[in-house]
């Protein structure tokens, strides 16, 4: 009897493992239709606190949806007019950047090399080429904005959203066996991943704006492109502040010099330890926090998933899984395997 329990223990871990890389093969396949549903979504949970406002504020249903609809089109054909120009621009200008780049990393060698280190020039460039990482910033600009052409179908996608948003827990007190308890449970699901979405988009949105104005401080090119990247990295903890960071601080080093590029790290630093590390923590609450390895691992799987803006959204899908875990007793403890301390989500 024990030797079946087993066997049939063993059965039920491959088939739940075959299901698991069935789907992640068919999300990869599929995600071109994938991630716009997912970017439409995140903007729903974005704008349903707003919604939800003007309704309470018995603003009709339908004026209060075209109301955020009007809202979101705006700041989309926003996106669409500025970051596609800089997009180009900055794509325009890459092959001069890179050639500058170039040169200096040739006289960061030669100035080693007259300390009286062996430097072999080849081997050191094949491993360390700031140019590649400038083409690599450009190259995830460019399949970003390819994003933007589906702006319409995203808009689409938002506006039914919307309008079922309010009719929702109707439906679910509807179809459930026990309404009360089930809806207690999503209720408190949704409000605390509008709260996590809310406060993330806000100092992300502070992170974005402060980046723009110490870098056109400074004169470096494209600062509002580097903003803009500032904030939709910004959803990406630690990881992203520092991915977010290198394309500005090398341009500031080919425009400006190595001062005007420290500048730009220490601003990059300051900025996201006052917004990142000091004020989000506490309105968001330690308990909502992740494991650095568990951000690095998602932000990896979902950008082999999904592309580049599958890593953008790696860890609010990470965190909205966190914390559906959270809000039932069974599934707690892996919340707490997700969490970024025991002591903290115990």
């Given amino acids: 009897m024990q030797g079946k329990g087993e066997a049939s223990s063993v059965i039920r871990i491959l088939i739940i493992t075959a299901c698991f890389v069935v789907l992640v093969a068919g999300m990869r396949a599929a995600a071109s239709i994938i991630v716009p549903f997912l970017l439409s ?138 309404p009360e308890k089930s809806l207690s449970s999503f209720r408190r699901f949704g409000e605390i991943v509008n709260r996590y979405l809310a406060i993330k988009t806000l100092f992300s949105l502070l992170t974005g704006i402060c980046i723009w104005i110490w870098l056109s401080a400074l004169d470096v090119d494209f600062a509002l492109l580097w903003g803009l990247v500032a904030f939709l990295l910004n959803y990406v903890p630690s990881i992203g502040s520092i991915i977010a960071a290198i394309p500005a601080v090398l341009l500031a080093l080919i425009q400006h010099g190595l001062s005007y590029s420290i500048l730009t790290c220490a601003g990059y630093l300051v ?43 790696s860890v609010p899908l990470t965190m909205i899984v966190k914390i559906g875990l959270e809000s039932y007793e069974d599934t707690r403890w892996l919340s707490v395997l997700l969490g970024s301390s025991p002591a903290v989500d115990g």
């Fill in 271 to 313: 900025i996201n330890f006052v917004f990142g590390s000091f004020l989000e923590p506490r309105l968001m609450g330690h308990r909502l926090g992740l494991s650095t390895l568990v951000v690095f691992l998602s932000l990896v799987f979902w950008g082999w998933v999904l592309g580049p803006v599958g890593m953008l959204l």
């Fill in 41 to 178: 979504v995140f903007i729903a949970i974005i704008c349903t606190p707003l919604l939800f406002w003007l309704q309470r504020k018995r603003v009709p249903n339908g004026l209060a949806v075209s109301s955020v609809l009007i809202l979101i089109l705006a700041a989309g054909l926003l996106l669409v007019t500025v970051v596609g120009t800089s997009i180009n621009d900055f794509s325009q200008a890459l092959p001069v950047y890179q050639v500058r780049l170039t040169e200096k990393t040739a006289a960061l060698f030669t100035w080693m090399k007259s300390l009286g280190l062996n430097v072999s020039v080849p081997v050191l460039s094949d491993y360390f080429s700031p140019g590649k990482a400038m083409q690599l910033a450009a190259n995830t600009l460019t399949r970003l904005s390819g994003m933007l052409k589906n702006l319409f179908f995203i808009l689409l996608t938002v506006l039914f959203i919307l309008l079922e948003a309010s009719g929702f827990p109707r439906k679910l007190q509807a179809a459930l066996r026990d």
